[in-house]
């Protein structure tokens, strides 16, 4: 069954660094989603991506964030100055129609910033 | 804004019981309702969905069903099994994003 895969699974990074979070979608699908949950928190919508473009994006995802689809297989999530409390663990995920349709998530990429 | 609130766990049962977990939402207009479980060690997977009031979504043995009037998707299995121990997430959506709740883990003793 395909699945959508994440890379890496933890990422420690420091202060102030940029990181890169990446994602493999399944194939054939064409919504993207980027999520993240705080330790002892909820799960929170970051952004979607249709068509090479945001489709919709929350208040959390200000201007330290940003999304590329680079090519036609990968999905990223670029955090331009980390702060601690983004550490956090950030899910990636992708559906083949909006709204209703079933989102399929990734494992999660766990990201410690010290 | 839209929110989902679910019981707060753990909810620990044993094999073969009853096993029910509260979810009601805010939101206006018409949402989709979905509950999602996540094993040990994995992604969040759909277990089931309602797309409108009434609606029942079922699947591997749980359902759920849309109450407008209450506004609640109350998760339900008539005989829980180990296997079914993981976190359960409640989530609405009105668009692209899901709204989850804050999650509820469920405890399956044999």
């Known amino acids: 069954e395909p699945e959508v895969t994440q890379t890496p699974s933890h990422q420690v990074t420091q202060m102030g660094q940029e990181v890169i979070l990446r994602c493999v979608p399944i194939?054939?699908?064409?919504?993207f989603y980027w999520y993240r949950q705080i330790l002892g928190q909820k799960v929170e919508f970051l952004v979607s991506?249709?068509?090479?473009?945001?489709?919709?994006k929350s208040e959390i995802f200000d201007d330290q964030f940003s999304v590329e689809r680079p090519d036609g297989s990968n999905f990223t999530l670029k955090i331009r100055s980390t702060k601690l409390e983004d550490s956090a663990m950030y899910f990636c995920?992708?559906?083949?129609?909006?709204?209703?349709?079933?989102?399929?998530f990734g494992p999660g990429t766990r990201l410690t910033v010290l | 804004g839209d929110s989902v609130t679910q019981m707060e766990g753990p909810v620990t049962l044993s094999e073969e019981a009853c096993l029910t977990i509260?979810?009601?939402?805010?939101?206006?207009?018409?949402?989709?309702l979905f509950w999602y479980v996540q094993y040990p060690g994995e992604g969040l997977q759909l277990l089931l969905k309602?797309?409108?009031?009434?609606d029942k979504g079922s699947n591997k043995g749980f359902e759920a069903t849309y109450r407008k009037e209450t506004t609640s998707f109350h998760l339900e299995k008539g005989s829980v099994q180990v296997s079914d121990s993981a976190v359960y997430f409640c989530?609405?959506?009105?668009?692209?994003?899901?709204?989850f709740g804050g999650g509820t883990r469920l405890m399956v003793k044999p």
């Open positions: 991506f249709y068509n090479n473009e945001i489709s919709e």
């Open positions: 309602a797309t409108k009031a009434d």
């Open positions: 995920a992708s559906s083949a129609a909006k709204t209703t349709d079933t989102q399929y």
């Open positions: 194939s054939n699908h064409l919504y």
């Open positions: 989530a609405l959506s009105k668009g692209l994003g899901l709204t």
């Open positions: 509260n979810c009601t939402y805010t939101a206006t207009g018409y949402p989709s």
